[in-house]
């Protein structure tokens, strides 16, 4: 069974390779690269002249929900809406119910996404015993199982000698430990970032600074243990700083960043709109300015939506009371491709790193290039095609986006994963074939 | 008259002309009180629903008086606690109000910003009778009117704002307020009790509390919440009140024509000492009597001008 991507731009920052080639696909891996590729007899063709192919972009940092808030979302509607948006594996993080603390609930997300999943499910096992801060999980049965890092995202591990364990105790699995940083009692009640904008708005505000402390105390717990510590969604300039300072002076650290906390300020939560409401909290211009810089020079190693559904019911009311998070998997290549690239703010093979060789080094996954034997993992975009985000037509079971009504050019028009369509159909058909 | 206006929901939106009006109405509106018989035709079948979703009693008995002798219709209708503790949303429950056809809600809310999600959504003129730590438009306004009667203007006075600021829908009011009416403002208080980004609200900000009133024309004290204490923002009450209370010889730096506000309720002997809340610069009790007729005001903008 073969495939025949023609005519493409070819970026795949991996490989640095970036320019018009074909790209052959046999039996779901890659068989070869090059330009004027014949397609073997029968095989199917997708001609993507003009349309940029790169490796099939990963994002390590989604809420599937499932065990347990199926309400928000399945691991069927997660994994359509990362396939709808470009994505073609996805890290689940373990803040469901039961919590995913050990090998039953992890074996649990594997099997069913085997089954129901359209995209790669890699899943994110809890550092501490129901995300409680003060046991270890069963880590090393987990790694076996199939667990790619280990994180309490959703809560901060607050107790430093907890975390100095949790980090020693992962060093013999190679796999990171993912830091949601938010030091609990600095952030208090904030429900927003704290500045001009919070005191206007009478919101109780967190100050950047929480995020800051414990960035900083995660950095000298990774220097104390030679762990490989990943930091979250990362959204403000001293954490930023603390990061690039850090891989300076040799210490194992990543960040990931989320596509709203690239684009968006606390200016936006001014009509008290519960969808502009996320841990951490939209941020300032000069936040937002120096997450951009330092995704650029590398400081940053991907971009992550941090893909949160909630239900209009945990969302609807007063905006204190709401829910933290939203749904990014089906706007953040679209909304990047236009307001960073588009607007010239970032170019594509960056963001296109960002995406793909970027998140699979971190958590040494298979795909993120296109490499010949590699899966053919492949994500292909349109940088002409038009878009408006209208909620009610998002895959996600729930709507929670903060970019409702934004529009601009540029979108994922098809995802492969194995060589195979993720969705059953995609702007970019696919023509000829046996089935 | 411009108002055009569908809700009253903050003083950060009202430009100069339309806290004028407001002022005007309100000063024609206080000779209903003197009369005999309190009561105006001029809002006959309209319907006001007070929607208090925090205890109060002064605004909410001012607003049922202005309803009242404008011969409004007035339901007060008052939710303990949360709308979360009482298993309806905020939405449903203002939705099922609003399906009995009222022409304001008033409503008050702990919830920074509920009331704009209900201006959002109900057809209704709303107006936000307090909603958290964000706004309380009509203490501003008639804080405002307070101050030009026994001033007789508003442009160029200075007014220091002293206390819990950071937690004080009325400050906020006041500040937006007084600085779109041309009033330079001061606040002052401990460090912990101003609010991040406050001087970018184009206030001074100051730490000294003989500093801030020195010069004031106006001293409005702000009510120190007792939960502020175990939260950690000030050490005891004691030390508040000795720092921060405004007590005779405190009054003693200050212009001899000042005028000593607070939106009350007063904790006698912590921000005020008895003496100077019932002392001759004490002007609350004239904010409680023009905060029914700028409550009048209000509602008649909303919902009498209009016409029927």
């Given at each position: 069974?073969?495939?025949?991507?023609?005519?493409?731009?070819?970026?795949?920052?991996?490989?640095?390779?970036?320019?018009?080639?074909?790209?052959?696909?046999?039996?779901?891996?890659?068989?070869?690269?090059?330009?004027?590729?014949?397609?073997?007899?029968?095989?199917?063709?997708v001609?993507?002249?003009?349309?940029?192919?790169?490796?099939?972009?990963?994002?390590?940092?989604?809420?599937?929900?499932?065990?347990g808030?199926?309400?928000?979302?399945?691991?069927?509607?997660?994994?359509?809406?990362?396939a709808?948006g470009?994505?073609?594996?996805?890290?689940?993080?373990?803040?469901?119910?039961?919590?995913?603390?050990?090998?039953?609930?992890?074996?649990?997300?594997?099997?069913?996404?085997?089954?129901?999943?359209?995209?790669?499910?890699?899943?994110?096992?809890?550092?501490?015993?129901?995300?409680?801060?003060?046991?270890?999980?069963?880590?090393?049965?987990?790694?076996?199982?199939?667990?790619?890092?280990?994180?309490?995202?959703?809560?901060?591990?607050?107790?430093?000698?907890?975390?100095?364990?949790?980090?020693?105790?992962?060093?013999p699995?190679?796999?990171?430990?993912?830091?949601?940083?938010?030091?609990?009692?600095?952030?208090?009640?904030?429900?927003?970032?704290?500045?001009?904008?919070?005191?206007?708005?009478?919101?109780?505000?967190?100050?950047?600074?929480?995020?800051?402390?414990?960035?900083?105390?995660?950095?000298l717990?990774?220097?104390l243990?030679?762990?490989?510590?990943?930091?979250?969604?990362?959204?403000?300039?001293?954490?930023?700083?603390?990061?690039?300072?850090?891989?300076?002076?040799?210490?194992?650290?990543?960040?990931?960043?989320?596509?709203?906390?690239?684009?968006?300020?606390?200016?936006?939560?001014?009509?008290?709109?519960?969808?502009?409401?996320?841990?951490?909290?939209?941020?300032?211009?000069?936040?937002?300015?120096?997450?951009?810089?330092?995704?650029?020079?590398?400081?940053?190693?991907?971009?992550?939506?941090?893909?949160?559904?909630?239900?209009?019911?945990?969302?609807?009311?007063?905006?204190?009371e709401?829910?933290?998070?939203?749904?990014g998997?089906?706007?953040a290549?679209?909304?990047?491709?236009?307001?960073?690239?588009?607007q010239?703010?970032?170019?594509?093979?960056?963001?296109?790193?960002?995406?793909?060789?970027?998140?699979?080094?971190?958590?040494?996954?298979?795909?993120g290039?296109?490499?010949?034997?590699?899966p053919?993992?492949?994500?292909?975009?349109?940088l002409?095609?038009?878009?408006?985000?209208?909620?009610?037509?998002?895959?996600?079971?729930s709507?929670?986006?903060?970019?409702?009504?934004?529009?601009?050019?540029g979108?994922?028009?098809?995802?492969?994963?194995?060589g195979?369509?993720?969705?059953?159909?995609?702007?970019?058909?696919?023509?000829?074939?046996?089935? | 008259?411009?108002?055009?206006?569908?809700?009253?929901?903050?003083?950060?939106d009202?430009?100069?002309?339309?806290?004028?009006?407001?002022?005007?109405?309100?000063e024609?509106?206080?000779?209903?009180?003197?009369?005999?018989?309190?009561?105006?035709?001029?809002?006959?079948?309209?319907?006001?629903?007070?929607?208090?979703?925090?205890?109060?009693?002064r605004?909410?008995?001012?607003?049922?008086?202005?309803?009242?002798?404008?011969?409004?219709?007035?339901?007060?209708?008052?939710?303990?606690?949360?709308?979360?503790?009482k298993?309806?949303?905020?939405?449903?429950?203002?939705?099922?109000?609003?399906?009995?056809?009222?022409?304001?809600?008033?409503?008050?809310?702990?919830?920074?910003?509920?009331?704009?999600?209900?201006?959002?959504?109900?057809?209704c003129?709303?107006?936000?009778?307090?909603?958290?730590?964000?706004?309380?438009?009509?203490?501003?306004?008639?804080?405002?009117?307070?101050?030009?009667?026994?001033?007789?203007?508003?442009?160029?006075?200075?007014v220091t704002?002293?206390?819990?600021?950071?937690?004080?829908?009325?400050?906020?009011?006041?500040?937006h307020?007084?600085?779109?009416?041309?009033?330079?403002?001061?606040?002052?208080?401990?460090?912990?009790?101003?609010?991040?980004?406050?001087?970018?609200?184009?206030?001074?900000?100051?730490?000294r509390?003989?500093?801030?009133?020195?010069?004031?024309?106006?001293?409005?004290?702000?009510?120190?919440?007792?939960e502020?204490?175990?939260?950690?923002?000030?050490?005891?009450?004691?030390e508040?009140?000795?720092?921060?209370?405004?007590?005779?010889?405190?009054?003693?730096?200050?212009?001899?024509?000042?005028?000593?506000?607070?939106?009350?309720?007063?904790?006698?002997?912590?921000?005020?000492?008895?003496?100077?809340?019932?002392?001759?610069?004490?002007?609350?009790?004239?904010?409680?009597?023009n905060?029914?007729?700028?409550?009048?005001?209000?509602?008649?903008?909303?919902?009498?001008?209009?016409?029927?």
């Open positions: 069974m073969s495939l025949l991507i023609k005519g493409g731009r070819v970026i795949d920052p991996w490989n640095g390779v970036d320019g018009v080639q074909d790209v052959l696909v046999i039996d779901g891996t890659i068989a070869k690269l090059g330009v004027g590729l014949k397609a073997p007899e029968g095989g199917a063709v001609d993507a002249t003009g349309n940029v192919v790169c490796p099939g972009f990963i994002d390590i940092h989604v809420h599937l929900r499932e065990p808030f199926e309400y928000k979302e399945t691991i069927a509607t997660g994994t359509r809406a990362a709808a470009g994505f073609t594996a996805v890290a689940c993080m373990a803040n469901t119910f039961p919590v995913n603390d050990n090998r039953a609930v992890t074996d649990f997300i594997l099997a069913k996404a085997r089954v129901e999943g359209c995209v790669r499910v890699y899943p994110i096992g809890a550092a501490t015993r129901g995300l409680k801060g003060d046991e270890l999980a069963e880590m090393g049965e987990q790694a076996e199982a199939g667990c790619v890092a280990f994180s309490d995202d959703g809560k901060c591990v607050m107790n430093a000698e907890v975390y100095r364990r949790a980090m020693e105790y992962a060093l699995f190679g796999v990171p430990i993912i830091s949601h940083a938010e030091d609990c009692h600095l952030a208090h009640r904030g429900v927003m970032n704290e500045g001009l904008v919070s005191t206007e708005l009478g919101l109780a505000g967190q100050p950047a600074t929480a995020e800051d402390v414990m960035v900083a105390r995660d950095i717990l990774a220097e243990t030679g762990a490989h510590l990943h930091i979250a969604h990362i959204s403000t300039a001293g954490a930023v700083r603390m990061v690039r300072d850090a891989r300076a002076r040799g210490v194992r650290v990543t960040a990931e960043v989320t596509p709203h906390h690239l684009v968006m300020t606390d200016e936006a939560v001014r009509d008290y709109d519960s969808n502009t409401k996320m841990a951490p909290p939209l941020r300032g211009k000069r936040d937002v300015e120096a997450c951009l810089e330092a995704l650029t020079d590398g400081t940053l190693d991907c971009v992550a939506t941090d893909h949160a559904p909630h239900a209009l019911s945990d969302k609807e009311g007063e905006f204190a709401a829910a933290n998070g939203v749904v998997l089906e706007t290549v679209p909304v990047l491709l236009d307001r960073l690239v588009r010239g703010r970032l170019d594509l093979p960056t963001l296109v790193a960002r995406f793909t060789a970027g998140p699979a080094r971190l958590l040494n996954l298979p795909g290039r296109l490499s010949v034997g590699a053919a993992d492949i994500t292909v975009l349109d002409e095609r038009a878009w408006t985000v209208e909620p009610r037509h998002l895959l996600s079971r709507k929670n986006t903060p970019f409702a009504g934004w529009s601009g050019t979108a994922p028009v098809l995802a492969l994963v194995g195979k369509p993720a969705l059953p159909s995609y702007p970019l058909a696919i023509s000829g074939g046996a089935a | 008259m411009t108002w055009k206006r569908k809700d009253l929901l903050s003083m950060q009202l430009e100069a002309g339309e806290i004028r009006d407001v002022l005007d109405t309100a024609s509106m206080k000779e209903i009180a003197t009369r005999e018989i309190k009561k105006v035709p001029t809002l006959r079948g309209k319907t006001v629903v007070n929607l208090f979703y925090e205890s109060s009693t605004t909410r008995t001012s607003f049922e008086i202005a309803g009242k002798w404008l011969s409004a219709d007035v339901i007060n209708f008052s939710a303990s606690g949360s709308s979360a503790e298993g309806e949303s905020l939405l449903d429950t203002a939705k099922n109000i609003e399906a009995m056809s009222p022409d304001v809600v008033v409503v008050r809310h702990k919830a920074s910003g509920a009331p704009a999600m209900l201006a959002r959504n109900l057809r003129a709303v107006v936000n009778a307090g909603d958290g730590a964000h706004e309380h438009p009509t203490q501003a306004l008639l804080d405002l009117l307070t101050i030009r009667e026994k001033k007789g203007h508003l442009e160029g006075l200075n704002i002293v206390g819990d600021v950071a937690h004080s829908r009325v400050a906020r009011s006041d500040i307020g007084m600085k779109t009416m041309g009033i330079t403002v001061t606040v002052a208080g401990p460090p912990t009790l101003i609010p991040a980004a406050c001087q970018e609200l184009g206030v001074k900000v100051s730490h509390l003989e500093e801030a009133i020195a010069h004031a024309d106006v001293i409005m004290m702000l009510r120190l919440q007792h502020r204490m175990t939260a950690g923002f000030i050490p005891s009450l004691r508040y009140s000795r720092v921060w209370g405004l007590s005779p010889d405190k009054l003693k730096h200050c212009r001899s024509d000042v005028l000593i506000m607070h939106p009350g309720p007063v904790n006698r002997g912590v921000e005020l000492s008895p003496e100077v809340a019932d002392g001759p610069y004490s002007v609350i009790l004239d904010q409680v009597t905060g029914v007729a700028v409550r009048m005001a209000v509602l008649y903008l909303l919902a009498g001008s209009k016409g029927a």
